[in-house]
């Protein structure tokens, strides 16, 4: 994925190949091609450049005018497969295989997620920090929920099952769209891709939800305004990831 500086000057990316950080306009500043990554964020006061490392764990790089080549760190973890970074620059979110970590982007201090003991895939933070969602299911039906954390009060408001008590979804991608609604992607567990898939908007204020596609979804991205959301399907028949969608979320149309 790739993501902007708050000045508009520069941004990073990361790729299977690497991560790379490059002005708008002119060369690369730096690149690190060593290993994988599956997600990379900017400080928004332009302080430092994170990255999940595919292997597990991630990368800081310390960033300022005349560092040249940034100072680089490893925040060791297991292995990552969900990340979002607080807007505010606080703290990283990493969906791992063994649960979720809060990681302090300051002291790089990290503290596991009670509530999840297995692999989580689905992580977002949202917008304005005050909140964060975590869903797994991946190896286990007791851990087929949504919750949802006030990260000020670090307790959680409200839980979500895509199909209920009793159901085993993986839930496999979550976004915020407002301060009270969120996208949640999940399957059914029980059948093969590409049966099971939903998409669905929950309001965790009203405890109430609507479906909105019914397709595997395993990455999303929701615009800054929460009127439309990238969508990234599974490949039918594959591991692969395959075709990507706008989803207008307002009406549901993709």
């Known amino acids: 994925n790739a993501t902007f500086h708050p000045d508009g000057q520069w941004m990073a990316a990361s790729t299977s190949a690497g991560v790379v ?15 994988q990554f599956r997600g ?22 310390s960033l300022s005018p005349d560092n ?18 607080d807007p505010r620059g606080r703290f990283c979110l990493v969906g791992t295989m063994m649960g979720a970590f809060i990681v302090d982007m300051e002291t790089h201090a990290y503290e596991k997620i009670e509530e999840f003991d297995k692999a989580v895939f689905a992580v977002a933070v949202s917008p304005d920090g005050r909140k964060m969602a975590i869903g ?9 929920v949504v919750r949802v954390w006030d990260v000020d009060t670090d307790e959680v408001i409200a839980e979500y099952r895509p199909r209920g008590a009793g159901a085993w979804d993986i839930i496999s991608a979550v976004g915020f769209v407002s301060e009270d609604e ?5 399957h059914d567990r029980t059948v093969d891709v590409p049966e099971g898939g939903r998409l669905e908007l929950w309001n965790f204020t009203r405890a109430d939800s609507r479906l909105l596609w019914e397709e595997n979804v395993i990455q999303l991205s929701v615009s800054a305004d929460g009127q439309q959301a ?3 399907d599974w490949l039918s028949g594959t591991a692969l990831k395959g075709p990507v969608s706008i989803l207008d979320i307002p009406t549901g149309r993709v």
Do not use: C
Request: glycine residues 14%; charged residues 15%; aromatic residues 6%.
């Open 21 to 35: 950080m490059v002005p708008v306009a002119g060369d690369r500043i730096f690149a690190e091609s060593q290993h």
């Open 40 to 61: 990379v964020a900017l400080d928004p006061n332009g302080q430092w450049l994170v990255a999940l490392l595919n292997g597990g764990g991630l990368v800081r790089w």
């Open 68 to 85: 040249g080549v940034p100072p680089r760190e490893e925040i060791t973890l297991p292995k990552g497969y969900g990340f979002s970074a």
């Open 136 to 144: 797994g299911g991946q190896a286990s039906p007791d851990e087929s």
């Open 182 to 186: 969120l996208l949640v992607a999940s």
């Open 230 to 232: 990238v969508l990234v």
